[in-house]
């Protein structure tokens, strides 16, 4: 069914406005088809906005009258289990559905605002295998230094980048390796995203005090060989990972700052010890999700059809590239005369131009160049230029191969590397 037949059915069922039950399946099942992650049914001054996440960028389906968002909110919350007559505070649900086969699970979240109440709910599909780490994207030098901090016995792995960027699909994709019968593996989560056979996995919870440092110092009692830790949040969690670490724990975490470098400057200004970074530090991953090209609609631009300032920023990414890493994952052919592509659009991606995201990568490893620099307290833009220098794979340097490989646009690969350059 194409997309436009989709929503052409929920339209009309929702222009009728008869039946509540169906017009709620028919919004869970349109976003579930669409490949949505997120489902927004936001009330404004006159009238509701139905808006679904889709490759990362929220897209407006529809609008309907105010007067049926009381039964379809009601309806949102019985099925997620909420208090119906509650709607001046906000809940947190889920649902738990089966459509086409895949069992999924919708995270609900109400919120009262000035028009009525908010609701939005995360479609996580349990059926989804986790990748590999080859199809992640992560490939060549990135893949390389991922393995061979993978095989440290100890230390601490961060992934850093903002929210929904898949940072903990990555941390999966390393505890599957990871995940062997004479191996303790546990992992404290908010929420737990994906069960695995083979590991512990608890849910904290803050509201009765069982945070991630008190989980983390519960699960080093349990005799642990690997620990993923949701999110490293304050300087409490922070300092217990570093002390498993030492004491011969391998630690997985994740870490909102916009580059690798940026994320030791953040762990010192959270008055941890600069000698102890060094010592406990096996590798800080940065990603990105960016949107992938529509296959059947993209067209190829020579280099020399794009502005002057484009070319040079390319020109300057690839030159400090070094020339294995290019020659490994690009055609010869394209780098002798390199070729772009630009989104389209046609009726398999709904005019979107993109269908499907790809993830872009860097990878830190503490050199020694790095590691006199964080025991002399530098600043992560120039921290961030030596680990270019030592060989570090730079978000936008990724992000343009993958561009030169043709699965997504340079206006992308900007577009998520901006916070990065302005750093």
Not at 56 to 65: K, N, P, S
Not at 169 to 193: A, F, R, W
Not at 217 to 243: F, H, N, S, W, Y
């Amino acid at each position: 069914m194409q997309y436009s037949e989709i929503l052409d059915e929920l339209k009309n069922l929702v222009y009728k406005g008869e039946n509540i039950q169906k017009i709620c399946d028919s919004i869970i099942n349109a976003a579930v088809v669409w490949w949505a992650s997120d489902i927004h049914v936001e009330p404004l001054s006159g009238f509701v906005r139905l808006r679904y996440r889709i490759d990362g960028e929220l897209r407006e389906i529809l609008e309907y009258q105010n007067f049926m968002h009381t039964g379809i909110i009601a309806r949102f919350k019985i099925l997620s289990e909420l208090k119906i007559d509650e709607a001046r505070k906000p809940q947190d649900g889920r649902i738990s559905k089966t459509i086409d086969n895949k069992p999924l699970d919708l995270r609900v979240s109400t919120l009262p605002t000035v028009h009525g109440e908010k609701i939005v709910m995360r479609i996580v599909d349990k059926s989804k295998k986790i990748p590999e780490l080859d199809q992640l994207g992560i490939e060549w030098q990135n893949l390389r230094l991922l393995k061979k901090a993978i095989a440290l016995p100890n230390g601490v792995m961060l992934t850093s980048g903002p929210t929904g960027s898949w940072k903990s699909t990555t941390l999966y994709s390393i505890l599957t390796i990871l995940n062997e019968p004479n191996v303790n593996i546990m992992t404290l989560e908010d929420p737990v995203e994906n069960q695995v056979d083979g590991i512990s996995q608890s849910q904290v919870k803050p509201d009765i005090g069982y945070t991630f440092a008190n989980g983390l110092r519960t699960a080093l009692r349990q005799d642990p060989d690997i620990i993923m830790v949701g999110e490293m949040r304050d300087k409490e969690t922070v300092d217990i990972a570093i002390e498993a670490s030492l004491t011969g724990h391998l630690v997985l975490s994740t870490i909102h700052t916009n580059n690798a470098a940026e994320t030791i400057t953040r762990i010192i200004n959270m008055w941890v010890q600069p000698f102890l970074i060094p010592a406990s530090l096996n590798i800080v991953i940065a990603q990105r999700l960016i949107r992938r090209l529509c296959p059947h609609c993209k067209e190829q631009i020579q280099v020399t059809d794009l502005d002057k300032e484009t070319r040079k920023n390319i020109q300057n990414s690839l030159s400090i590239t070094s020339k294995s890493e290019l020659t490994e994952r690009v055609p010869l052919d394209i780098l002798k005369s390199p070729v772009f592509y630009k989104a389209v659009g046609c009726p398999e991606c709904d005019d979107t131009w993109y269908k499907g995201r790809v993830w872009i990568y860097e990878m830190l490893e503490i050199t020694p160049w790095v590691k006199e620099m964080i025991l002399r307290g530098d600043s992560a833009f120039n921290i961030n230029r030596q680990a270019i220098k030592d060989g570090m794979i730079s978000l936008e340097q990724d992000g343009i191969i993958k561009a030169l490989q043709g699965f997504t646009s340079l206006e992308e690969v900007y577009k998520a590397s901006r916070t990065q350059s302005e750093s």
